[in-house]
């Protein structure tokens, strides 16, 4: 009885997360009709395809006790909403943005897309990836967007936006070594990592 109740808390929570993910669809849709910022379709795609893979999420292979990295792991989830999109420069600066905004959202979802049944929030490992854009890099999705804080930041420079980006690449570069604790209890994913070389920037980190 307590393992089938432990199974249906974990697909409730399987669904909690995916109804989130497609509440900030919603919200990206609403973006594009109400300020035809069509900039936010990148979100609106990459939310739906989170919800689907929230739903398709593999089972539970290894995790930490530690509080920290869970903390780590929440406080990345909204920091991309917290930017303000009013401020706006010459076209061509910002579509030099909106191109990194773009470029950044692919290589999310072509990793989100390889992680497959192993994809989550929160680090905990359901399997190791390393197909794709992680033969590149053990973290592309962080990559992607650390891609997309560039973009938004140069199609809307302010104080505000870039101590955001600056914020947030502090805590993807955080959330992957916290990641990387509970990877590294598995020897599938020491060999990858010795394998692939750089952590989140190719040639650089």
Not at 8 to 15: E, F, K, P, T
Not at 75 to 95: E, K
Request: aromatic residues 12%.
């Amino acid at each position: 009885m307590s393992v089938i109740l432990s199974l249906r808390g974990r697909d409730a929570l399987r669904v909690v997360w995916a109804v989130l993910a497609l509440c900030l669809a919603v919200q990206a849709y609403r973006g594009i009709v109400r300020d035809g910022h069509w900039p936010m379709v990148v979100y609106l795609v990459l939310n739906v395809q989170i919800a689907i893979l929230f739903l398709r999420r593999g089972r539970e292979i290894a995790r930490t006790r530690r509080v920290y990295p869970y903390v780590v792991a929440l406080s990345c989830l909204p920091y991309l909403w917290l930017y303000d999109h009013g401020a706006r420069v010459a076209a061509p600066s910002q579509y030099v943005g909106w191109a990194f905004v773009v470029i950044g959202g692919a290589v999310c979802f072509a990793a989100a897309w390889a992680l497959g049944s192993a994809y989550g929030v929160l680090p905990i490992v359901r399997g190791v990836r390393s197909h794709g854009l992680y033969r590149v890099v053990r973290h592309p999705l962080y990559l992607g967007s650390l891609l997309m804080n560039v973009g938004i930041v140069a199609a809307s420079p302010s104080k505000w936006n870039v101590a955001i980006g600056i914020g947030g690449a502090l805590l993807l570069a955080a959330r992957a070594h916290c990641e990387e604790i509970v990877l590294y209890q598995l020897a599938e994913y020491r060999a990858y990592s010795a394998r692939t070389r750089f952590r989140l920037i190719p040639f650089v980190y």
